[in-house]
């Protein structure tokens, strides 16, 4: 089975870690939750996801995209160079690496939108373009194999994005 | 009597805008708590802070410095023009402007931290560099009337810091 990858960390907004959690299920994927550490993570409401990995144990080479949700989650994984690591090593090696809401700052930290288009939430637009990304204000841009979303009203096309860039291969 | 002007929007540090504020008061300044609207904001604990004015009714050039504490606020003001054009007027009109932990996301926003050294929570280093800023990891930063600190523990550097900034008029 193919399989991608979750990041997670406290604070996630709900919703766009578990949509695309299921939706990827839906569609066939397996999906990894990765965490800093192994355990369970709260969303902002509350909702309990279980972190099944952590980075250092994942090849990035055995999964075809890894997903970044938004909320306060990003600002948090930010710091842990490991889940750094992981997104940039998952961009070198062709992954579909896609971040929503606040995600982006994810893709910022590990330096992968310079001369890319993307978007992300209001506030993280001009950490965004500073980090040399060309920003678009849709509902989903994708750049090769970037995908990026702004809120999570997005999320229907954020994951019909992703899932079509999957089938390309 | 001499003022300074205090931004807030809900999910403040709660230190970092309650330590500041009666710091600024034992020191003989009054405190205008300002926020996009009137009315009151609950800290990242729940405790409530009450904004007396907008930034439409401010007039820089009346006060000494203006505050920005950390937390989720300065990701909700960020994306408020008129708090944003609020720290912008201030830096150009020479006031000790003055950011902890996540507020310098404010000083990111308004374009003023380009060429000028300044610190800030660890999450916000890497769009703090991307905005321009020479990033020091240390208590309290000062370059000309610009005043940034880290993390809540750095609250006794900060104030101390911007008093004696203010004391040289």
Known sequence: MESVLLLIENNFE??????????MKEAGFGVVVVGAKAGTYASKH?????????????DVKKFKALLIPGG?????????PEMVRLVREASEHGLVVAAICHGPQMLIEADVVRGKKAT????????LVNAGAKY?????????????????????DFCRAILERLSRG
Chains 1, 2 share one sequence.
């Open 136 to 156: 678009e204000d849709s509902p989903v841009v994708v750049d090769g194999r970037l995908v990026t979303s702004r809120v999570p009203g997005d999320l229907p």
């Open 14 to 23: 709900d919703t766009e870690a578990l949509y695309p959690y299921y939706r």
């Open 120 to 127: 992300c939430y209001a506030s993280v637009k001009t950490d």
């Open 72 to 80: 306060g989650a990003p600002d948090r994984m930010r710091v842990i």
């Open 46 to 58: 509350g909702y309990p996801l279980k972190a099944e990995k952590t980075p250092g144990e994942i």
